[in-house]
């Protein structure tokens, strides 16, 4: 029971350590987007049909998500590096 209590306290703590590379490498976006919901899609007028173009809003919506998800593959290797270096090879871990 004990390892069980210490394998989830390491998981909180890789999780959290985690959250955080994510959160300090979004503060550095400059011009994070966030996705569009697409209700304007509905309300869309004559004129301003080339304005909502629900085709434009999924790619648009599509390319912020592929945005996300890269930050969230960068934390990810950097959390493993940071893991990394935690280990020495002295003590026969890898």
């Known amino acids: ?42 309300k869309n007028q004559v004129n301003d049909s080339e304005k909502y173009d629900p085709s434009k809003i999924v790619e648009r ?10 930050l969230v593959r960068s934390a990810i290797a950097l959390d493993a590096l940071l893991e990394s270096e935690d280990y020495d090879i002295g003590d026969g871990r890898v």
């Open 1 to 42: 029971m004990n390892l069980k209590k210490i394998a989830a306290k390491e998981d909180l703590t890789r999780r959290s350590r985690l959250h955080e590379i994510l959160i300090a490498l979004i503060k550095q976006q400059k011009d994070l987007e966030l996705m569009d919901d697409g209700v304007q899609v509905f």
């Open 61 to 70: 919506n599509q390319r912020i998500i592929k945005k996300y998800q890269s």
